[in-house]
């Protein structure tokens, strides 16, 4: 899923190729993806775009006469931008937005639809698809520790909570706790002031570095390969490969449709966190330590 340094260059982006312009025409390839009928779509044609900005991982198109396009891309959503009139893809084109000057083609992988579009109308429209949560590169220490400890949940759950921290999701999260060199699945209401300093900067180091580590792969460009995995990363995507602080085998842990990749080594003091699909057919087998865990690989080798 686009996560905030992502939705933030799609933003910036848009800003740079969509503003100004005067939108001509939707066109719908699934009628799936949009979410809203009052105002109908129709109404936002013929309307200029008067700027762009991110609500969590959303991204709202700001139109004349308080019109508001509302993209949310959820996991497999991706916004490519096209010359004018381009034809959709087949089986990945949900919507195409046509501008004079090019158009933005909103497409979506797999077989899951999850991807919105809402049009609504006013402000306060607007903000009833804010999830309500904290602004990390625009807060302080005090609000972002007492937003962290509003509720009691693991570290990795509480940074990708929409309704406490906006715009983290499972990637930058991964790497979050590895910078701050913290266990994902230590208790939010448990940590020591240092700790809450040290989660504190690794939230606004991480997400600033990868904000400008997109910016300038980018360029003047659009965005083309937006990713959850990339070769830069330290623990996320990286399973058994070397921590590169360290050089202990990156592990994860593998729940629902999510994952926690970690280093044993740098986060939790050498002990593996147990994978609860793995663990569960190893059961008393299951390695506690990092050396275990190499000891178990090695067996048959």
């Not at 006469?65 to 087949?90: E, Q």
Request: proline share 6%; with cysteine; glycine share 6%.
């Amino acid at each position: 899923m686009p996560e905030l340094p992502d939705v933030t260059v799609y933003c910036e982006a848009l800003d740079r190729f969509a503003v100004g312009q005067r939108l001509e025409h939707i066109r719908l390839a699934s009628p799936f993806v949009l979410r809203s009928v009052s105002p109908p779509l129709s109404a936002v044609n013929d309307h200029e775009v008067l700027g762009i900005r991110r609500v969590g991982k959303r991204i709202v198109l700001e139109f004349e006469n308080h019109l508001f396009l509302i993209i949310h891309l959820m996991v497999a959503g991706r916004l490519r931008w096209r010359p004018p009139l381009a034809k959709m893809p087949r089986k990945q084109g949900l919507a195409a937005f046509d501008f004079p000057d090019g158009t933005l083609l909103f497409t979506e992988a797999g077989t899951k639809k999850r991807a919105s579009l809402h049009l609504v109308l006013g402000e306060d429209a607007v903000q009833e698809h804010d999830p309500g949560g904290l602004e990390v590169l625009e807060s302080s220490l005090v609000d972002f520790h007492e937003r962290l400890i509003s509720e009691n949940h693991t570290l990795k759950r509480s940074l990708t909570d929409p309704h406490l921290f906006s715009g983290i999701g499972n990637a930058y999260s991964d790497e979050i706790l590895h910078a701050a060199r913290l266990s994902p699945m230590k208790w939010s209401t448990r940590l020591a002031t240092d700790e809450v300093k040290k989660l504190f900067d690794a939230v606004q180091a991480t997400l600033t570095l990868w904000i400008e580590r997109l910016r300038e792969e980018l360029g003047e460009n659009f965005p083309e390969k937006v990713t959850a995995f990339r070769p830069e990363m330290a623990v996320h995507g990286k399973f058994a490969k070397p921590c590169p602080r360290c050089g202990s085998p990156v592990q994860r842990i593998v729940y629902a449709e999510n994952q926690a990749n970690y280093c044993a080594t740098c986060q939790t003091g050498g002990k593996l966190l147990k994978d609860r699909a793995l663990s569960q057919v190893l059961k008393d087998d299951w390695p506690k330590t990092i050396d275990g865990w190499e000891e178990m690989k090695g067996v048959g080798t």
